[in-house]
């Protein structure tokens, strides 16, 4: 035991062999000293091995540049508090200049600070904008908004945000629209006036730049602007004699802009055609194709000649003086009904004054939504009413009416009681726009015209349109857009629909060969009937090609049939 117990504790008290190292090799690595320092296994103060580890943690707890970026902050705080200074200074400037003229007037200024809500206390230039301040956040607080910038309506709402032209006969007293107060996108013209929205007005407007049409002799004669008369007494309009400079000089009509000149020949024309009620009157005018008043217009068109164009308006504007002393000046057709021409000249002119101007506005929609925006022209509308057989004693409701030109037109042309419903704000402002200038426009024509109202809602919510629907005869729907659960929302609304009304619609909401059967008999389909029509170019805003629209009407008679025959009644 002592022999092993001894032999161990010698085995013990010997050292363990320690590595080798190529002390050399290191030195040409880390360093003589760092070599030496790997050999013992020790990291001496200040070598360089200890100093790129501590760099590396230094590096990893800041920025690499970080002595750049500490130099900008410190510009950044010098410059800061040198532009508060003087900002400050400036505003001690302004409140002196403040309390100087305050002191003028009322003769002595308060200066103990107790008396900082004192109503006798003089404000400054920092209290003003403290409260220009704490006026916007409580009007932020006050109005919620939509994605937009308008507080959604509620139903209730709805109609006194609307504008509404009530049917008068021309000539007569007529009352003034009710209208919103919500404020139009560009110059609104409802200043109480009877003065309609001018040619010269729309160019002014408008954001394309125009110039001279004409040529002129003399300097002197040249004019930008030339009255004509009309029909009703005292009334007149100042049509521009300019053009759009991106005008094609070998055209006769610009490409999707205004052409005032054009306008005010198709003014004179129907005016002399339908508005005067003398035959000798329209041969000086029309008829005559040599030295007529439209010859002479045409003539100084197409020559660019300004001094021929005004001579023959002064002519024009006699001889329609004279025919308003003699009473003559009014409609030569049915006051029942208007000519399609004439109503869809006047529909063009109402667009060209409001809508045209700022027409990009339009533009501001979702694509592929409900929303996206679209127009009936006016040649469609017209081969709308006669297959949908819109007479003066019916009621029309349009879906979704845009701009309201639809409405308008078949108040005009018809007549009847005319109303519309837009989601969209602009949409809709242009539409109460175009309503004012409607009627007005009408009476310096001396037109009759049915009743015209059109409101700003969802026609999905509205209290309103769930009044008009039991009373409409013909509904009208451009559901181009619009995706399968807004259509089946509208197959549910036309149940309350009287027998016999007519729904028009760009898609069908029922297929042609629909058959009723015993597991659809109760759907709104089976209510329905429907024939397709077709329409040819330019009569949509969204294509230039052609189309098909459907008339569907709500005849319940089939379905009666179906529950008598089967036991089912």
Known sequence: MDLFFGASKEAASKKAPQPTVNIRVEERIVGKRDARALSTGKKPKGSSVAHREDETKRRRRRPHNSS??????????????G??????????????????????????LPTSPRLENSPDRVKTASDTRKHDRAQRVQKKRKEPVDEKEEPALAPAAEIERCASVPAHPGGAHHSSAMLSAMPSPTMDHDDGSNAVVSSADAVKQSETHYEDYFEWSDAGERLKTIE?????????????????????????????????????????RVVARYLVDSPEFQTRVCDDKENGIMRQLE??????NGGDLVRAIDSFNAMLKDERVAGRAGPCFDSASIPSDLAIHIIEQ???????????????????????????????????????????DCVFLDLGCGIGNV????????GCQASGIEIMKVPARFAQRQAREFERRMRQYRLDHGSVQVWRGDFCESVEVQRLLPKADVLLVNNYAFDGPLNQILLQMFLDLKEGARIVSLKPFVTPDHKINARNIYSPESILTVKRHAYWSQCVSWTDNGGEYFVQTVDRSRMREFLTSHGMA
């Open 350 to 392: 109402i667009y060209n004054r409001v809508v045209a101007p700022t027409v990009a506005l339009l533009r501001q929609y979702k694509a592929f939504s409900n929303n996206v925006y679209g127009e009936i022209l006016p040649t469609l509308v017209n081969q709308i009413i006669d297959e949908a057989r819109i007479t003066s």
């Open 68 to 81: 750049h970026e500490e130099t900008v902050q410190k510009k950044r705080r010098s410059y800061e508090r």
């Open 83 to 108: 532009t508060s200074a003087v900002a400050r200074a400036v505003a001690s400037s302004r409140d002196r200049e403040i309390v100087n003229r305050n002191r003028e007037r009322v003769g002595s």
């Open 407 to 414: 409405v308008l037109q078949v108040a005009a042309q018809t």
């Open 299 to 304: 003539r100084a068109r197409n020559r660019r």
């Open 228 to 268: 004509l008369l009309l029909p009703a007494p005292g009334s007149s309009e100042m049509f521009s004699l300019l053009m759009p400079r991106s005008f094609d000089r070998e055209a006769t009509e610009p490409r999707d802009e205004y052409l005032p000149v054009n306008d005010l020949l198709a003014t004179v």
